[in-house]
T-cell receptor, first 112, second 111 residues
Framework: DTGVSQDPRHKITKRGQNVTFRCDPI?????LYWYRQTLGQGPEFLTY????????KSRLLSDRFSAERPKGSFSTLEIQRTEQGDSAMYLC??????????FGPGTRLTVL | KQEVTQIPAALSVPEGENLVLNCSFT??????LQWFRQDPGKGLTSLLL?????REQTSGRLNASLDKSSGRSTLYIAASQPGDSATYLC??????????FGPGTRLSVLP
């Protein structure tokens, strides 16, 4: 399968714990995006990378959130000291610069 | 700041009907607009991408149009089927910004 993959698909954690999600983009895509989506809403932009450089971060991305894309391939999104308000679907997408985005299946996070 | 709205929020139609979903955006300086489909609890599936220089794109029973000057796009679905039931989202890409999504239209096609 050559699409965007995300791992894990579901994560249940207790408040205060740290979690890390992984995204593997389509191999030739140089842009990688992270979004957060809550029930009944469209995805909200969190951050994006062009190759290994993180070029923009949303105000939604508090100090507890950090994203990396070492070597310009896969990316990780870490949330430290999770809060119940972090419960959401975390979506990853990749594209060639500003062309068509392709999304992964998402990671659903539940913070108890 | 770009804002994207979608009307209606929800739509229920009998199988076989043709239908139109609407997407409006406030900043017309877009680079492209993309329509997606999302099934419950799943990721987004790209349906159509319209570049700012284009007026419409077609794929099978789907046709998307773009009127940049009025800040509108429509997604036309012909001969709807129960398998078309999903949430449909539009997203716009502005120069110097990133993709901004609308809240989606939840479509139910009844057999």
């Amino acid at each position: 399968d050559t699409g965007v993959s995300q791992d894990p698909r579901h994560k249940i954690t207790k408040r205060g714990q740290n979690v890390t999600f992984r995204c593997d983009p389509i191999s030739e895509h140089n842009r990688l995006y992270w979004y957060r989506q809550t029930l009944g809403q469209g995805p909200e932009f969190l951050t994006y990378f062009q190759n290994e450089a993180q070029l923009e971060k949303s105000r939604l991305l508090s100090d507890r959130f950090s994203a990396e894309r070492p070597k310009g391939s896969f990316s990780t999104l870490e949330i430290q000291r999770t809060e119940q308000g972090d419960s959401a679907m975390y979506l990853c997408a990749s594209s060639l610069v500003q062309f068509e985005q392709f999304f992964g299946p998402g990671t659903r996070l539940t913070v108890l | 700041k770009q804002e994207v709205t979608q009307i209606p929020a929800a739509l229920s139609v009998p199988e076989g009907e043709n239908l139109v979903l609407n997407c409006s955006f406030t900043d017309s300086a877009i680079y492209n607009l993309q329509w997606f489909r999302q099934d419950p609890g799943k990721g987004l599936t790209s349906l159509l991408l319209i570049q700012s220089s284009q007026r419409e794109q077609t794929s099978g029973r789907l046709n998307a149009s773009l009127d940049k000057s009025s800040g509108r796009s429509t997604l036309y679905i012909a001969a709807s089927q129960p398998g078309d039931s999903a949430t449909y989202l539009c997203a716009v890409f502005n120069y110097g910004q990133n993709f901004v999504f609308g809240p989606g239209t939840r479509l139910s096609v009844l057999p």
